[in-house]
């Protein structure tokens, strides 16, 4: 399948789990086409990028260790993203990368995740902390940088700052994903 049938396939893609698990089990199937279908995801102006996002995303769900040649290139386009129906899915993705590198179980992840990926992640989930959009990409941030910042020392405290900050004005789902987190940075 060249760029552009690919391109095109994810004009049949929509917010269905069944559509979206189908082209991620093709892209699975089909590694050759996590490059294409990542280049369409970070052409951060075009509708079409969110789609690439979301199948991306069940992609690294189903198979997080996929993304591994494709790290450099992921980390270095996550901060143009813009359009919310594609930061939710690419700031889950950074979740599922810290929760794999910090998790207590094996992971490919853990040797191939560098300190400038890392760096690349923290920076683009406090863009999405500090900006004002939905909530599903800052409540995968927060749960990001939490991880995150059991290495980084300085995250920690900014988190927090910025959790207590917004309480007050966020949703019932920010603030209950913001008590949880906060909890866990009030124990250290």
């Known amino acids: 399948m060249t760029r552009d049938q690919l391109y095109n396939e994810?004009?049949?893609?929509?917010?269905?789990?069944?559509?979206?698990?189908?082209?991620?089990?093709?892209?699975?199937?089909?590694?050759?086409?996590?490059q294409p279908l990542l280049e369409i995801l970070f052409e951060v102006d075009d509708k079409i990028s969110c789609r690439a996002a979301w199948v991306f995303e069940f992609m690294c769900s189903e198979k997080?260790?996929?993304?591994?040649p494709h790290l450099n290139y992921f980390t270095e386009n996550i901060s143009q993203v813009h359009q919310e129906p594609a930061m939710r899915p690419v700031a889950k993705i950074c979740e599922l990368l810290s929760t794999a590198y910090y998790g207590k179980s094996d992971s490919e992840i853990k040797s191939h995740l560098t300190q400038v990926h890392k760096e690349r992640?923290?920076?683009?989930?406090?863009?999405?902390?500090?900006?004002?959009?939905?909530?599903?990409?800052?409540?995968?941030?927060?749960?990001?940088?939490?991880?995150?910042?059991?290495?980084f020392d300085?995250?920690?405290?900014?988190?927090?700052?910025?959790?207590?900050?917004?309480?007050?004005?966020?949703?019932?789902?920010?603030?209950?994903?913001?008590?949880h987190i906060l909890k866990k940075l009030n124990k250290q």
């Open 154 to 179: 300085w995250v920690h405290p900014e988190l927090k700052i910025i959790l207590e900050r917004d309480f007050a004005s966020q949703s019932a789902a920010f603030k209950a994903r913001a008590r």
């Open 64 to 68: 997080l260790d996929e993304i591994i």
């Open 10 to 34: 994810l004009n049949y893609v929509n917010h269905s789990r069944e559509k979206r698990l189908k082209y991620a089990n093709l892209v699975i199937d089909n590694p050759e086409l996590i």
């Open 121 to 151: 992640m923290i920076e683009a989930c406090f863009d999405w902390m500090i900006n004002d959009i939905n909530v599903a990409p800052k409540a995968y941030s927060m749960n990001a940088l939490f991880l995150l910042g059991k290495e």
